[in-house]
């Protein structure tokens, strides 16, 4: 029987956290634990927990520490032999848990089994099945606007969005937890490439469906969300990259950001600039983390170049994140 432990982070968001926690509740048996770690709320939520939803292990914190580092602080705190990771605003479907963690069993190398993220406006379009990366540093949601019905289940992926995933403890103890610099955004992504480089594999459980209201939190395409994505692009890039990576796509990171800030007047969207001098600003810390990070892969060249797809045109981008904001937001 496979031990595993559910951890949750909170902000605010009562009916959101509610019908989260009334989704899984059924999806428990031996084994199975629930820790929700509350990172300061306004609302109520920690009262509320208690009084709902005994069963909840509930860790406060008095301030915001973060998705990145309440995700760690739960991590830390429980025992499970898997670990998965939901958004306090996703509601998953029935099965969900022994769909997401039945690949671990036949694999001793996966390190982590993606869901299957439909938007919960309209649960048969695809919001993550995965993440995909990009030779110009961007990263997407893996089939973001296909038709759920489409994905192929057991389907290997980069990595796996970190609002709705389940990872092997034993994983995540050998490449660490996710970068608390961070604070939120791109902290899966930064975690799919340290498994990636140690030579860990994640797959999508495409019947493993969780029904997302997408940036609930911060508001899909806020300036908080464009700075802070911004910003930690860049540190990604320069903890996680290969060297020889770089040397090869050095001109495409440098232009999409060039293209990036140049028409940021026009689009009035002084978060990215913001986002990205922020960056320049912690970079010396990224760096000495690259050593760490660079100096443990074990992953062969081919094994990772298979991963790195050519880039999206500008005209793609713009769609599926149009795509995004209007099933988030209508």
């Known amino acids: 029987m496979m031990r595993c432990s559910i951890v949750i982070v909170t902000f605010n968001g009562w009916p959101h956290v509610r019908r989260c926690l009334e989704a899984i509740e059924p999806e428990l048996s031996a084994g199975v634990d629930v820790t929700a770690i509350d990172n300061g709320s306004t609302d109520g939520v920690p009262d509320r927990i208690r009084a709902s939803f ?4 509930l860790i406060e914190s008095s301030s915001n520490l973060g998705f990145a580092a309440g995700c760690n602080l739960g991590i830390r705190n429980t025992s499970g032999e898997f670990v998965m ?9 029935p099965g969900f848990v022994n769909e997401l963690l039945a690949p671990f069993s036949e694999a001793p190398r996966l390190g982590a089994s993606a869901a299957a993220m439909v938007f919960q406006r309209n649960p048969s379009i695809v919001a993550s099945a995965g993440i995909e990366i990009f030779r110009n540093g961007l990263a997407l949601d893996h089939r973001l606007g296909m038709q759920r019905a489409q994905l192929v289940d057991r389907q290997p992926v980069f990595g796996a969005s970190g609002g709705a995933a389940a990872f092997r403890r034993t994983a995540l103890d050998d490449v660490g937890l996710f970068p608390e610099a961070y604070f939120m955004y791109l902290e899966d992504v930064d975690l799919g490439w340290r498994l990636r480089l140690r030579g860990w594999n994640t797959i999508l459980a495409a019947n493993a469906i969780a029904e997302h209201a997408s940036s609930a939190s911060s508001g899909e395409g806020s300036p908080f969300k464009r700075r802070l994505l911004a910003r930690n692009r860049i540190w990604l890039i320069a903890r996680c990259y290969p060297s020889w990576l770089l040397a ?13 800030v140049g028409s940021s007047p026009l689009r009035r969207d002084g978060s990215s600039v913001r986002g990205r001098v ?16 660079q100096t443990r892969s074990t992953a062969k060249r081919e094994d990772l170049e298979r991963w790195v797809l050519a880039d999206p045109s500008p ?10 904001r209007d099933l988030a937001n209508r």
């Open 278 to 293: 922020s960056a320049l600003r912690g970079i010396r810390s990224r760096l000495a983390e690259r050593r760490q990070i």
């Open 85 to 93: 990771l939901l958004n306090s605003d996703v509601v998953v479907q």
């Open 54 to 57: 005994p069963w909840v292990q």
């Open 248 to 260: 090869r796509t050095w001109w495409r990171i440098a232009l999409y950001d060039a293209l990036v």
């Open 315 to 324: 005209g793609e981008v713009l769609r599926l994140r149009q795509l995004s």
